[in-house]
């Protein structure tokens, strides 16, 4: 069996009057993350990891936020595509396992709605899936509750055709 690891990052600015969007689901907060699809810093960062993994650049090159077309763009559906590509190349994902920073709102209630959300989007199982949430301790910007960001690494598979 090939693999390959991949990792991932990315962090959004919190602001008013958006949706707090991580790991495709709505999370309930009085700050949203501005980007300029929903910005959901979670998928991002697993889909970076993906194409990373691969050698395929990384979401900017696939969904560049100079394009209007992406604009408040649905991140599990771009997430779909990434699949697709990962997956077109004769890859899948053997686990993903990330990180989100954030003061606020408290993300373990969410945890395991997250990992079902994009479990399907994935089309594997939710225990393939790990995500931790933390804080930044009140230290910088993050600290500060002026973004949220997130890690992730991710193991591809290919059964070898030996």
Not at 86 to 107: F, H, M, T
Not at 112 to 135: H, S, V
């Amino acid at each position: 069996m090939n693999i390959r690891i991949g990792n991932g990052y990315d962090i959004h600015r919190l602001a008013p009057k958006r949706k707090l969007i991580l790991g495709g689901i709505d999370i309930p907060h009085t700050l949203g993350l501005l980007g300029h699809s929903d910005a959901d810093a979670l998928t991002h960062a697993i889909m970076d990891a993906m194409l990373g993994a691969l050698s395929l650049g990384d979401i900017g090159l696939y969904f560049p936020p100079s394009d209007p077309k992406w604009a408040g763009a649905d991140s599990q559906k771009l997430l779909e595509q990434v699949n697709g590509l990962i997956r077109d190349r004769g890859w899948e994902i053997g686990n993903i396992d990330s990180v989100v920073i954030a003061e606020q709102p408290k993300l373990k209630p969410h945890i395991a709605t997250m990992r079902d959300r994009l479990a399907t989007t994935l089309a594997i199982e939710p225990d393939q899936i790990g995500i931790k949430a933390t804080t930044h301790e009140k230290l910088g910007p993050l600290g500060q509750e002026e973004g949220i960001a997130a890690y992730a690494v991710v193991l591809l598979k290919k059964e070898s055709s030996d």
